[in-house]
């Protein structure tokens, strides 16, 4: 599975997007991008994942450059319970069912 | 709808000893995957169980054991407790099999086990 690069930590403010880069430099084509989050000693919690288009649910948006080698998690209006340690994680399904978690980017929610 | 579950929550283990730690997957998942997550640091994928078969494992010693029963859940054995494996241990199920073109896992809230 390629390898991810996320900035370690994140500050932003309650009611703006918060915008979570994610590099993915080696992602080959069978490669999905997956986002998830952790609260403070909780469990990893599934928040999107896509191949190539841009993708929205309840929770986020993903965007993923059209060379697929970086993406972009938005959280549209962060809030206070949006502080967590979100993870990028790209992998190949079903050829390798871990998921190889990094230290993911610490994201502050401030008010 | 019940998620993934986990027990205990909280245990404390002595150094040598034995431990096992059990996992119920979300209604309708079949696989289940464990995790090690050490403080400050992402999860570990140790193995995971499809169809009451290891599928698939990672950098683990043989004192990392599991088993998954008929009923899809599953069981984390570790052997000869070491000060080391003090960590949370985190279950993930999923939907597994040939059909199933992209996996999500859903992750329990975990066991926090300390070994003194």
């Known amino acids: 599975d390629a390898k991810t690069t996320q900035p370690p930590s994140m500050d932003c403010a309650e009611g703006r997007a918060a915008n979570l880069p994610c590099n993915h430099s080696t992602i080959s084509g069978n490669e999905y991008v997956y986002w998830y989050r952790q609260i403070h000693s909780q469990g990893p919690q599934y928040i999107i994942h896509g191949l190539k288009n841009n993708e929205t649910n309840e929770m986020a948006s993903l965007i993923i450059t059209e060379d697929r080698k970086s993406s972009t998690l938005i959280l549209p209006h962060a809030t206070l319970r949006d502080t967590a340690v979100y993870y990028c994680i790209v992998r190949v399904y079903p050829n390798n069912n871990d998921m190889r978690f990094g230290a993911g980017t610490r994201l502050t929610v401030k008010p | 709808d019940a998620g993934v579950t986990q027990s205990p929550t909280h245990l404390i283990k002595t150094r040598g000893q034995q431990v096992t730690l059990r996992c119920s997957p979300k209604?309708?998942?079949?696989?289940v995957s464990w995790y090690q997550q050490a403080l400050g640091q992402g999860p570990q994928f140790i193995f995971q169980?499809?169809?009451?078969?290891?599928?698939q494992r990672g950098n683990f010693p043989d004192r990392f054991s599991g088993h998954q029963f008929p009923n899809y859940s599953s069981e984390l054995n570790v052997n000869a407790l070491l000060l080391g494996d003090s960590a949370l241990y985190l279950c993930?199920?999923?939907?597994?099999?040939?059909?199933?073109?992209?996996?999500?896992?859903?992750f329990g809230q975990g066991t926090r086990l300390t070994v003194v």
């Open positions: 993930a199920s999923s939907l597994g099999g040939a059909a199933v073109r992209v996996e999500v896992a859903f």
């Open positions: 209604s309708g998942h079949d696989t």
């Open positions: 169980y499809y169809e009451e078969e290891e599928r």
